[in-house]
């Protein structure tokens, strides 16, 4: 589930550090500046009736996303890997009526193994993960993305090649809100 807002600016372009959010609907206004600090996270007037949330919290979601942590099939190199999920698969994937009908976003991220090594040596603690990719879809609702997998063109035509590349007992998989911390 995703929301992106992007927080209002002052006249000199720099963001606003706090506002009124409701969790019953989704507005922001900037608050009064006091003479003590121009960004206070102190009260200010607000004509909506809630309660006031000045620390960060997460707006409701407009949009669902699922998140498929990818793992190759035994074998299968990485590049092999990553040229039939994107040249093959994507291209299968992306013609299937309902993913058309279902779902606003199909994205694939493909892990880079001498990047992800370089920061793992550069991150105290951190290890390069055993998955290849990830593949997001991104649709209105977390139904729309079920129907898909329930679909028989999806089960017929789909999922069979799915088996020729991914080793689908190690993926795992994530559905969540994502939250634009900073930036657009």
Known sequence: MVLMIRQPRDSAGKLYKSGCWSRQSVHYHPPKPTRSHPYSKSRHECKHEHEHEHERTRPPPDRVRVAGLVVPKPGMSLEE????????????????????????????????A???????????????????GIGILEAESLDKIFEIFQDEEYLRVVAPDEERFIARKDMQILAGSYVTVFGA
């Not at 920061?119 to 055993?130: D, K, M, N, Q, R």
């Open 114 to 132: 001498k990047s992800a090594a370089a920061l793992g040596a550069v991150i105290p603690g951190c290890t390069t993960p055993p998955y290849a």
């Open 81 to 112: 890997f990553h040229d039939y999920w994107l040249n093959t698969h994507a291209k299968l994937f992306s013609s299937i009526a309902i993913a058309k009908r279902n779902l606003t976003k199909y994205e694939q991220f493909h892990l880079d």
